[in-house]
């Protein structure tokens, strides 16, 4: 009777001592959450004015504009006709104008060269990748990319400063469809 009296006692004091561990746990879980929820409201209330700048910038500029569900804005402007859009695994050559909604060019294929690069499987922008989707050989596009899909809150660490939206004017001028 003595042994049992001696483990019941051994055992309420280790559940006392585990659940004054726990309680102190949820009080420093509490302010983490906090700042975690404080943070994800700040990220929505970014994008919600980033958009409400681009349209703003859609609007003084008279772009009809269509959009993805990733944020990106997007208008064929010359449609070829020339066959298939370029898809993911495909290696695309392309002219292309990089500028910020307040016309500052940074980046043109007049400066640097014609860009090539396969969809979906080389490091760049995320928005890039699915811009030229939309475009097959021969084709003209205008797109607009949130800064989340364009070079997001670092920038490019040259030109590009952290936290732009960008304006892509790409023309596919070669389309090598993957074997796939």
């Known amino acids: 009777m003595l042994n049992i009296l001696k483990y019941t006692f051994l055992i309420a004091i280790a559940l006392l001592i585990y659940g004054c561990q726990c309680s102190g746990q949820e009080e420093s879980v509490l302010p983490n959450r906090q700042k975690q929820e404080d943070r994800i409201k700040a990220t929505r209330d970014f994008l919600q004015k980033e958009r409400a700048s681009i349209e703003a910038y859609m609007k003084d500029n008279q772009l009809e504009m269509?959009?993805?569900?990733?944020g990106l804005f997007y208008k064929v402007l010359k449609d070829s006709v020339a066959g298939k859009n370029a898809s993911s695994s495909d290696r695309v050559e392309i002219e292309y104008r990089i500028s910020n909604m307040y016309g500052k060019v940074y980046y043109s294929s007049e400066?640097?060269?014609?860009?090539?690069?396969?969809?979906?499987?080389?490091?760049?922008?995320?928005?890039?990748?699915?811009?030229?989707?939309?475009?097959?050989?021969?084709?003209?596009?205008?797109?607009?990319?949130?800064?989340?899909?364009?070079?997001g809150v670092a920038g490019d660490q040259k030109r590009i400063p952290p936290v732009t939206p960008l304006v892509y004017e790409i023309e596919i001028i070669n389309i090598q469809k993957s074997k796939s």
């Open 66 to 70: 269509q959009p993805s569900g990733t």
């Open 111 to 151: 400066e640097s060269g014609t860009r090539t690069f396969t969809i979906d499987r080389e490091d760049v922008e995320i928005g890039l990748h699915e811009a030229v989707k939309f475009l097959g050989l021969g084709d003209k596009g205008l797109f607009i990319l949130p800064s989340h899909l364009a070079f």
